[in-house]
Antibody, heavy 121, light 106 residues
Framework: EVQLVESGGGLVKPGGSLRLSCAAS????????MNWVRQAPGKGLEWVSS????????YNADSVKGRFTISRDNSKNSLYLQMNGLRAEDTAVYYC??????????????WGQGTLVTVSS | DIQMTQSPSSLSASVGDRVTITCRAS??????LNWYQQKPGKAPKVLIF???TLQSGVPSRFSGSGSATDFTLTISSLQPEDFATYYC?????????FGQGTRLEI
């Protein structure tokens, strides 16, 4: 069974940093591209970042460029999102989602349950 | 960026109704269109990918159609568990963009 479990969310002050993790199991993690998608409270879905299976290709939303860094460790079956320079508008539930392909196809098939990031003083 | 516009934004329906949700892209995305269902407090669930292909395990009362800029999600006979919010998403180009959502209410 495919499982994606996010962790690392919490309350952080504006300008602060946070590192999110997504632990994958039930599939060969190194064969799939991965994504981060977020959802502000009561709002719609917003794509954040994507990474190919070998980390060769990375794509970021303009809203997080220069502040957020997606990475992965295939030996640990884990996906990460390093978030620096956090702003109030980054407050959201952050989901990791699997791409059904090894290259970034911009489609997802499995999602984790999400971790809440709250940016507030 | 490709803008995705869903209509309606909300919809009231009854169990057994046939329901159609529309998604329009701001440019031709061929068939690169996915549909998601999200229930309160839960992660989105993929229903349909590539405009018409049903994700494994999704009931056959869900169907997708369309191409280029105009797409539809149809639920042939609403069940109680179908009351949720539905999103379309284009996978034609980066940045990935979603529609604003359609809330389906009883």
């Amino acid at each position: 069974e495919v499982q994606l479990v996010e962790s690392g969310g919490g309350l952080v002050k504006p300008g602060g940093s946070l590192r999110l993790s997504c632990a994958a199991s039930g599939f060969t993690f190194s064969s799939y591209a991965m994504n981060w998608v977020r959802q502000a409270p009561g709002k719609g879905l917003e794509w954040v970042s994507s990474i190919s299976s070998s980390s060769s290709y990375i794509y970021n939303a303009d809203s997080v460029k220069g502040r957020f860094t997606i990475s992965r460790d295939n030996s640990k079956n884990s996906l990460y999102l390093q978030m620096n320079g956090l702003r109030a508008e980054d407050t959201a539930v952050y989901y990791c989602a699997r791409d059904p392909r090894s290259d970034v196809s911009r489609t997802t098939d499995y999602w984790g349950q999400g971790t809440l990031v709250t940016v507030s003083s | 960026d490709i803008q995705m516009t869903q209509s309606p934004s909300s919809l009231s329906a009854s169990v057994g109704d046939r329901v159609t949700i529309t998604c329009r892209a701001s440019q031709d995305i061929i068939h690169y269109l996915n549909w998601y269902q999200q229930k309160p407090g839960k992660a989105p669930k993929v229903l349909i990918f590539a405009a018409t292909t049903l994700q494994s395990g999704v009931p056959s009362r869900f169907s997708g159609s369309g191409s280029a800029t105009d797409f539809t999600l149809t639920i042939s006979s609403l069940q109680p568990e179908d009351f949720a919010t539905y999103y379309c998403q284009q996978s034609y180009s980066t940045p990935i963009t979603f529609g604003q959502g359609t809330r389906l209410e009883i």
